[in-house]
């Protein structure tokens, strides 16, 4: 199983503006994929069409043998339940739920909050976060609320993590942490890692680079 | 969903309770308004159920129109004629043309529990230096006891005692006020065509509604004596088993008769249109509390929508449906529309309690009851539970599915903070 992208290109906006332009690339299980470039270049773009956020304006995209195209609302949503975890740069935590229940958001709509609680615990003892379980964001520091949104990206052992700019807003301590986090989850479950980042150092820890520029793959 | 709707209310509990509020005293206002009115009204019916004939038949008062005396005077075969002035006028004296008829059919009607002949007319009464114009009811008095309630609000002496004929008058107490008398004293009645017989006042009554309380009864031949039109009958009062098969009853007789046949809701058309008009000013009211009350849902929604943007985004990454947002901010607007209901039914129970016990003398209105009348009929709760939970799922709804229509990466690009 794998995400395959054949001819993608995506237009935005009134007068249409072209932002990706015939993309194609295969991504394996198990792989950990850093896309670089510079801002502007359409690697945030490409990693939500090839997660299925986004649809392309032209061209395919096949997530686990399945078509983006075809697959209905349903499926796509089941599929971003249980097999995609999703890392942002700004975190995106519900402020009003503590640490413990951000966590346990996927879960919750699959119905498996108990049954991964013990899961989630552990994820967030692992982070080093056991003993702030029950705080709210607010009361986390920012690479400590990257951390719980890490957790939550994992809680229903996805098989894809998307990861855009995850250390951006992070010191370089906490860069490092979050990139171990990622390898080790990489190394140890075989989860695929898609991650964006402007950092060549951290790119660098990547299985394969995908250098992206005005749209296109060089 | 329901435990994120939650969180999202309680993380803002004074919004939370504004809101509440708005549809708990839309509610609850509802219900008292509504409780008060229709217990009122209620009270009103019942007395003009109880205290007055359900049916009345009377002689048909037949005017004169433009061309009334056309075929009279001219027979048919002229045609456009003018009168100047035109003829105008009440043709005849309104009595029942054959009263024995209606007699013998009434008393064999199984539907027709009693009835009484009645002649009504306006006199002068005075006693020494005090004279007040007043109605004096000619009736019989033992089947005008069976017909209305009038001997439950004897004051002073027996409705009965009018059996005995002789020129006596049982009066009301407005009347006993203005006349300055007591009972067994003397009132001399006038009538119109200028005789003048004194009347021995035997009974005293006070229903506490004005109108009736400036009337006095008497023996029906004494009045046909004094009017000097023996054997003459104006109307005659029906009671029947079933009240509200009043108006099919009348309308039936109607259809053959000449006479003037009314039910009890139909001579109080008037006060029924009251009543229309008081509904109207009810509903506008309350629903102009609902609907301030529904903006500040449909207000506060818009706002939580437009903050939880980015809660919205990774909720759909998540494999959240759009159907799952727009549940989690309608069922915000539901939680507070049921909880301001249920609670705004219970205030307004609780308050209608305590006003039914409120004393309430000293008014006419007040001397039935000798407290305030409140309705409790089921339909004011369920009228006031729809009218809270329409307002505020319409104001919830906009927003709601304002938030469906988001899709995560348009959040995203927008860079939802």
């Known amino acids: 199983m794998s995400i395959t992208a054949k001819h993608v290109h995506k237009t935005i906006g009134k007068p249409p503006t072209r932002i990706l332009h015939d993309i194609s690339l295969e991504i394996k299980e198990g792989e950990f994929i850093s896309l670089t470039g510079r801002s502007g270049s359409g690697k945030s773009s490409l990693l939500y069409l090839l997660s299925g956020l986004d649809l392309p304006s032209s061209g395919s995209i096949v997530l686990d043998g399945h078509s983006l195209l075809t697959m209905s609302q349903h499926e796509l949503c089941r599929f971003h339940n249980e097999k995609v975890g999703f890392v942002f740069q700004f975190h995106y935590l519900v402020a009003e739920l503590n640490a413990l229940e951000n966590v346990l958001l996927p879960a919750r709509k699959a119905g498996q909050t108990l049954s991964r609680l013990p899961h989630a615990q552990s994820l967030l003892e692992q982070f080093d976060l056991g003993k702030k379980m029950n705080r709210l964001p607010r009361q986390l520091s920012g690479g400590e609320q990257q951390r719980v949104a890490i957790a939550r990206s994992l809680i229903m052992d996805p098989k894809y993590v998307f990861a855009d700019e995850p250390t951006g807003a992070l010191d370089t301590v906490n860069g490092e942490l979050v990139m171990s986090i990622f390898r080790e989850c990489n190394a140890k479950s075989g989860t695929t890692i898609i991650l964006v980042t402007h950092d060549p150092g951290f790119a660098s820890l990547a299985q394969r680079q995908i250098h992206m520029m005005d749209g296109k793959i060089t | ?128 230096n005090a004279s007040t114009p007043a109605t004096v009811t000619g009736c019989d008095p033992l089947r005008q006891l069976e017909v209305t309630t009038i001997g439950d609000y004897m004051k002073e002496g027996r409705f009965e005692d009018l059996g005995v004929g002789g020129n006596r008058l049982v009066i009301g107490s407005e009347l006993q006020k203005r006349l300055g008398i007591k009972i067994s004293q003397n009132v001399i009645v006038a009538s119109a065509g200028g005789l003048a017989i004194p009347f021995k006042v035997v009974g005293i009554f006070k229903t506490g509604q004005l109108i009736l309380d400036s009337m006095s009864f008497a023996n029906l031949m004494d009045i046909q004596m004094l009017n000097q039109t023996p054997n003459q009958v104006g109307e005659i009062a029906i009671k029947l088993h079933d009240h509200t098969q009043a108006k099919r009853i009348a309308n039936a007789w109607t259809l053959w008769s000449s006479e003037k046949i009314q039910s009890w809701d139909e001579i109080s058309a008037s006060l029924f249109n009251v009543f229309r008009v008081q509904d109207v000013i009810r509903y506008i009211s309350v629903g102009s509390i609902l609907i301030v009350a529904a903006f500040g849902i449909y207000n506060i929604l818009n706002i939580t929508v437009m903050q939880k943007r980015k809660d919205i985004a990774i909720l759909r990454s998540m494999g959240y449906r759009t159907r799952d947002i727009v549940t989690l901010f309608f069922l915000q607007g539901l939680i507070l529309a049921v909880t301001g209901m249920i609670t705004g039914l219970i205030a307004g129970y609780l308050v209608c309690r305590y006003l039914a016990t409120v004393p309430f003398g000293g008014s006419p209105l007040g001397e039935g009851t000798g407290h305030l009348t409140i309705s409790f009929a089921s339909k004011i709760y369920i009228h006031a539970a729809l009218l809270a939970m329409s307002s505020a799922i319409l104001a919830s709804v906009l927003p709601a599915q304002a938030a469906g229509k988001m899709t995560p990466i348009d959040i995203i690009r927008s860079g939802a903070e």
């Open chain 2, 1 to 128: 969903m329901i435990f994120i709707a939650l969180k999202y209310m309680f993380a803002k509990p004074r919004q939370t309770i504004l809101t509440l509020l708005g549809i708990f005293f839309g509610t609850g206002a509802f219900i008292v308004l509504s409780g008060m009115m229709l217990g009122f009204r209620a009270y009103f019916v019942e007395q003009l159920i109880n205290n007055s004939a359900h049916i009345r038949i009377q002689g048909r008062e037949d005017f004169l129109t433009d061309h009334s005396l056309d075929s009279s005077f001219f027979g048919k075969s002229v045609q456009h004629i003018f009168w100047n002035p035109p003829p105008s006028g009440r043709k005849d004296r309104a009595i029942i043309e054959n009263p024995h008829n209606w007699y013998q059919r009434l008393a064999s009607d199984p539907r027709v529990t009693a009835f009484t002949p009645q002649l009504t007319i306006s006199m002068i009464l005075s006693n020494g």
